[in-house]
């Protein structure tokens, strides 16, 4: 299995009811005037991977706001991938020759020259960055696609429906998390990543069966095996992230309206997941039926 993959991947109802003897990646949270529904998601699909199960239609239709990592607005607004780049640009006179190890370029390279890609197109780029392409890249070459996924899909729903969404973080601040990773770890991580790629489909498929299925324990066990020799990892991209999350939950849930957050499935299972936070604060949430 590779990591990866993993961090790249993941992490309604009116008269349609949401319970089965199915499970599904959501979980719901409630109070006397409002539902807060917690759904796992996986970024990027592929075609066989769709419809998604109906479920999650069902939470939409039932919620009047959503809530994206990242406003999807921002994410698709023009200048976005311009400024991601910037943000993933080494400084004046820097190259990543000057932050990876010799063994790891020549492995890069490799990769490159393997899918005919221009020897020098990470030169500029921080480690950081590089990593987050190559996520990107892989799971594109395996047919899976942004504009697949459940957060592009359900951001054209609510944009079509007029219902209002948002975002949890900014661009800037997920970016920022790779740059308090030691270097020395996202030079093992980019290594493993061109070393391993022939095992990403493998890992694809592990992902989206355990998310489709609701498979909690499933889940937990990818992405707690394989960040076991990198704490730091899980710290920074996904405990660090997962308390921040926590106020802005109990906002909504003190409101008085339905609202669905759509997150990467891997936030939602394990040790400090938003659910195991959200339980020990004494908030009953309740995992919903699949298809």
């Not at 991938?81 to 020549?106: C, F, I, N, P």
């Not at 980019?190 to 990403?200: A, P």
């Amino acid at each position: 299995m590779k990591l990866q993959t993993i961090l790249t991947l993941i992490v309604g109802l009116t008269a349609t009811s949401v319970n089965s003897a199915e499970k599904a990646s959501i979980w719901k949270l409630s109070d006397e005037d409002s539902t807060v529904y917690l759904a796992g998601s996986v970024h990027l699909l592929r075609e066989k991977d769709l419809p998604f199960p109906d479920i999650y239609n069902a939470v939409y239709a039932d919620s009047e706001e959503l809530v994206f990592e990242i406003d999807m607005k921002e994410m698709n607004a023009p200048g976005t991938a311009k400024k991601m780049r910037e943000l993933g640009t080494l400084s004046a006179g820097e190259s990543l020759r000057d932050h990876l190890r010799e063994d790891t370029l020549k492995a890069l390279k490799k990769y490159l020259r393997k899918n005919d890609l221009p020897g020098g197109m990470f030169n500029r780029f921080t480690p950081g960055m590089v990593y987050l392409t190559l996520g990107s890249m892989e799971a594109i070459r395996l047919g899976a696609r942004p504009d697949l996924g459940m957060e592009m899909q359900f951001h054209n729903k609510a944009e079509k429906d007029s219902k209002p969404a948002g975002g949890l973080e900014t661009i800037e601040y997920q970016m920022s998390r790779f740059n308090e990773l030691d270097t020395d770890t996202l030079d093992e991580l980019i290594k493993e990543t061109v070393e391993g790629s022939n095992e990403t489909e493998e890992t694809l498929d592990a992902i989206i069966d355990a998310w489709r299925t609701g498979d909690a324990e499933g889940l937990e066990k990818l992405v707690y095996e394989e960040m076991a020799e990198t704490p730091d990892v899980l710290e920074i991209l996904l405990v660090d992230r997962n308390k921040n999350w926590i106020p802005e939950i109990e906002k909504k849930l003190a409101g008085d309206s339905n609202v669905m957050f759509i997150v990467g499935a891997a936030h939602l299972v394990g040790k400090c997941s938003v659910i195991q936070l959200l339980e020990q604060k004494g908030l009953n949430l309740t995992q919903l039926g699949g298809e």
